[in-house]
């Protein structure tokens, strides 16, 4: 299986490609894990991506589509992969209609994670995470034990920079003006399907069951 999730910031992609994962051995390539786990150990390309990523801008196209093409060959994609966060903008798209068309495959199906500014802006001010073991937090839902430590390994528990009130404006500013327009070019291709991101953390496997049930 090969799908894309095309959401807004804070949709909760990350959430779904989980749970679809415990279902399909898939390779899960999330271009911001990617990019975040380089700028952690400070790479050449994590100290070139720092900058857009604190301001919530976008890391040029080139950078990205080389990271994933790169990705895309690597064996664990072999039975399959979820794209999560790429592609981001047009370029990106067609650059990844050529990889794919390179290497003979195509995609099953591209899921649009349908959801409110509003309620991005709420869910991430409020998110924190572990700077040592990446568990994630909530300071309304699921605050740590004890404020700024990780229940699981004791690391800091803190606020990404990305998370921040003005840069989440900036990074929905961004989605729907860069990313949204994807939604037209995968629906003119006939394999876009949208959800309610508001539907739970299996509904985007529960709908890839009923389209494979549907021998789509
Ligand atoms: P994410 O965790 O997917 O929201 O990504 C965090 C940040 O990484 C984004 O705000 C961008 O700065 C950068 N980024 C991730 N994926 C891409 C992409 N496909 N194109 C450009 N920048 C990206």
New binding site residues.
């Given amino acids: 299986m090969r799908i894309i999730l095309i959401g807004a ?1 804070g949709s909760g ?1 990350g959430t779904q490609a989980e749970s679809i994962r415990q279902k399909y051995p898939i390779a899960h390539i ?4 990617i ?2 786990a380089n700028v952690k150990a400070d790479t050449e390309l994590g100290r070139n ?1 720092k900058g ?2 604190e301001s ?4 040029p ?1 080139s950078v ?1 589509v080389a990271m994933v093409e790169s990705r895309l060959t690597e064996p664990d994609c072999k039975e399959g992969f979820l794209l ?6 047009r370029p ?1 798209a067609e650059a990844l209609d050529s990889i794919l068309e390179k290497l003979s495959i195509s995609l099953d199906a591209v899921v649009q994670l349908d959801v409110d500014d509003e309620i991005v802006v709420q869910r991430l001010t409020t998110r924190r995470v572990c700077k040592s073991c990446g568990e994630i937090y909530n300071t309304v839902f699921k605050p740590a034990k004890v404020e700024g430590v990780c229940d699981k390994c004791g690391g800091d528990v803190i606020q990404r920079n ?1 998370d921040k009130e003005s840069v989440i404006r900036n ?1 929905l500013t961004v989605f729907h003006e860069q990313t949204a327009p994807l939604i037209d070019y995968y629906r003119s291709k006939d394999i876009l399907v949208s959800v309610d991101a508001a539907g739970g953390k299996d509904v985007v496997l529960k709908l890839l069951e009923k389209m494979k049930g549907a021998g789509k």
Avoid: H
Wanted: charged share 35%.
């Fill in positions: 910031p992609k999330s271009t911001g894990d990019l975040r991506a857009y990523m919530g801008k976008l890391v196209d990205i999560d966060g790429f592609p981001r903008t990106q990305d990074r």
